[in-house]
């Protein structure tokens, strides 16, 4: 439950695509928690503590058999990462409420350090103490949007606790479907055949089926994309509990989820792309020093294909998607040259519901106000690109010209080897 992840697309056939959202909305483990709590949905007793001592009270409160402390970062692999502090391990086990006190004060504060992290880590401000539980048997549960269905899918499997992708490319039969109808929503009789061919037998089978009506409730109220429960589980004292989760969410609804949306966790966000989303453009910075400028996420991948291609690294990956204006193309400039890797700049438009008038006033502007240090080569194609061209050509200002992408590229990095 540490974070939201692309939205996974299931056809019947169950061939399966990963599909980007605009924006990933980041949640800590216990907002997603608290928000299937807040729908009815089986999860472990848990506090929240940002103190040492109210993980303390907070595992005293509890009074369990056994408690879990969790470090709260949305990176993956806290189980196996390190502490600043010297402390293995961002999830403890313990039966002594002193004990987590103990831990708490080598995990508050501290940079915890996993695979997903920075190479510094992340530091840590929050806890999460929870009630620990064995698991008897591990399923696997998710209600998602189908496009194939118009509409949203259960999909199950008796394996969970492992990557569905496999048990789906291992064994297929062991996948299970429910298609949705949008009006109706989950049925009895859905819900108890999806409880069945997960393996709940007895009282459990009802209380799983029972589990499977609130988690779509909660895929409505929230306005999610996908709820993706792994392990939904089973424990000895026979409860029917959802153990991990993933929840998707509709960035579009953004407007009537206030509530969820302000629970955005944006802390261990890239600076840098946090700025770029301010003004709707997606940046994802990398190794290389030739800034790419591009409009739309394919043209954006071959361009910084071709730069390779011809012996150069791209420096980033900025997609300024389809209504840019000339305020976010200065921004863009902005972005990219506050970098300083950057020693060449590299625009690739191609105008089809983008104006490259409004791209070339945007540059030219950019290139003033910033007092543009590095090579700049640009490529424009399409709608109004004369008009382009003329304001481009007629600023003086030292912008190098290309006839395509190929010479384009050709051009920037011919342009640091000078």
Not at 340 to 366: D, M, Q, R, S, Y
Request: aromatic content about 6%.
């Amino acid at each position: 439950m540490e974070q939201t992840a692309p939205e996974l697309s299931c056809s019947l056939d169950l061939a399966c695509t990963w599909l980007s959202p605009r924006r990933w909305l980041n949640l800590q483990e216990y907002q997603s928690k608290k928000l299937m709590q807040e729908s009815g949905v089986a999860v472990q007793r848990f506090y929240v503590a940002d103190t040492a001592s109210e993980a303390l009270e907070a595992a005293k409160r509890l009074n369990a058999k056994e408690i879990v402390l969790k470090a709260q970062i949305l990176a993956g692999g806290r189980g196996k990462g390190v502490f600043d502090s010297g402390l293995k391990g961002g999830v403890h086990l313990t039966k002594d409420p002193a004990v987590v006190g103990e831990l708490a004060n080598k995990m508050l504060g501290f940079n915890l350090t996993t695979k997903q992290t920075p190479k510094d880590g992340v530091k840590v401000k929050t806890v999460m103490v929870a009630e620990a539980l064995d698991i008897s048997r591990e399923t696997y549960f998710a209600i998602l949007m189908d496009r194939s269905c118009n509409g949203p899918v259960m999909v199950g499997s008796p394996q969970g606790g492992m990557d569905i992708e496999e048990v789906a490319a291992s064994t297929p039969e062991l996948i299970f479907k429910e298609v949705i109808d949008i009006f109706e929503g989950v049925q009895d009789d859905q819900a108890l055949r999806m409880a069945t061919n997960l393996g709940f037998k007895g009282p459990l089978q009802k209380q799983a089926a029972d589990q499977i009506k609130r988690l779509y409730d909660l895929f409505l109220k929230v306005d999610a994309t996908q709820v993706e429960v792994n392990p939904l589980g089973e424990t000895p004292e026979g409860q029917v509990v959802c153990f991990d989760a993933k929840i998707n969410f509709d960035d579009n609804a953004e407007f009537r989820q206030k509530a969820v949306f302000a629970m955005d966790d944006m802390t261990e966000s890239d600076p840098t792309e946090m700025q770029a989303a301010k003004w709707d453009l997606k940046y994802i910075g990398l190794d290389g020093n030739i800034a790419c400028f591009v409009n739309g996420a394919g043209l954006a991948m071959a361009t910084c294909d071709i730069i390779d291609l011809h012996g150069g690294k791209p420096a980033n990956f900025l997609d300024l998607g389809g209504g840019v204006q000339e305020r976010q193309v200065y921004e863009a400039f902005k972005l990219l040259t506050a970098d300083p890797k950057v020693e060449a700049i590299l625009v690739n438009i191609f105008g089809g519901i983008v104006n490259c008038a409004i791209i070339a006033n945007g540059i030219t502007k950019a290139c003033r106000e910033l007092e543009l240090k590095v090579p700049l080569v640009v490529r424009l194609e399409g709608t109004n690109v004369h008009e382009a061209k003329r304001i481009l050509t007629e600023s003086g200002l030292p912008i190098t010209a290309a006839d395509n992408l190929d010479d384009a590229a050709k051009k920037a990095v011919a342009a640091i080897k000078k």
